[in-house]
């Protein structure tokens, strides 16, 4: 141990002296070898359809009576069973467009439900 040097198990360098460099990594491979290569699943295309209704239905579905909301809803449930079991690629594309259609579909169903409600309540005598 020097008396320059505060840790012991770090050798001592001069000012200004560069690291020994790092030795050489593990010996490349043998010829012939292939890296392996994992290939991803397809993605599915409930998904796909299931996310672009669920865009389409929040910038404009109030003026399309909800119709791609619930069809982004329909969709996703369908991509949800597809991509279950793993063959198939898209879970968070399902679940995204299942979100973008219950924020549209939930109010637009309830709305409709206490509208006609309460037109066949004020209808009877």
């Known amino acids: 141990m020097t008396e320059n040097n505060p840790y012991p198990s770090v050798p001592y360098q001069q000012p200004g ?4 460099p790092y030795q050489a990594g593990p010996h490349p491979p043998p010829y012939g070898y292939q890296p392996m290569y994992v290939q991803a699943p397809p993605t599915s295309g409930y998904a796909t359809a299931s996310l672009v209704m669920g865009i389409l239905g ?3 579905g ?4 909800g119709i791609p909301c619930f069809l982004a809803v329909i969709l996703g449930h369908v991509a949800l069973s597809e991509t279950k079991n793993g063959r198939k690629g898209g879970h968070g594309m399902a679940i ?4 973008l259609g219950y924020i549209v579909a939930i109010p637009a169903l309830l709305i409709a439900i206490f509208a006609f409600g309460g037109a066949i309540l004020d209808s009877t005598p």
């Open 17 to 20: 002296q560069h690291p020994r």
């Open 58 to 60: 929040i910038l404009g």
């Open 62 to 65: 109030w003026c399309a009576f």
């Open 96 to 99: 995204a467009g299942l979100i």
